[in-house]
Nanobody
Framework: VQVVESGGGLVQPGGSLRLSCAAS????????MNWYRQAPGKERELVAA????????NYAGSVRGRFTISRDNHKNTVYLQMNSLNPEDTAVYYC????????WGQGTQVTVSS
């Protein structure tokens, strides 16, 4: 099982980024996927979650209305579209899935700064 995040970078406040998480080594369409983030000095927190079929989605209150999670089960990829970014969104963003245990990617850095 492997999940690999990409798409992070430096963006100005109010800007947008789209993160991708490419999965391999398991039947992607059967498992829910999650995005987490960890800011410096803070605990890792759940940002968004999507069910295996993509029909059940949940967001943290701090990102609801600004972030959109989606998945493409043909491409084995989950996405996080992030709009209206602010400095409080600065963090390392991780995707994960639970298959008997949690599998994490290496993370991708998102920095929101002017």
């Amino acid at each position: 099982v492997q999940v690999v995040e990409s798409g992070g970078g430096l963006v100005q406040p109010g800007g947008s980024l789209r993160l991708s998480c490419a999965a391999s080594g398991f039947t992607f369409s059967r498992y829910a996927m999650n995005w987490y983030r960890q800011a410096p000095g803070k605990e890792r927190e759940l940002v968004a979650a999507i069910s295996s079929a993509g029909d059940i989605i949940n967001y943290a209150g701090s990102v609801r209305g600004r972030f959109t999670i989606s998945r493409d089960n043909h491409k084995n990829t989950v996405y996080l579209q992030m709009n209206s970014l602010n400095p409080e969104d600065t963090a390392v963003y991780y995707c994960n899935t639970f298959i008997g245990r949690l599998y994490w990617g290496q993370g991708t850095q998102v920095t929101v700064s002017s």
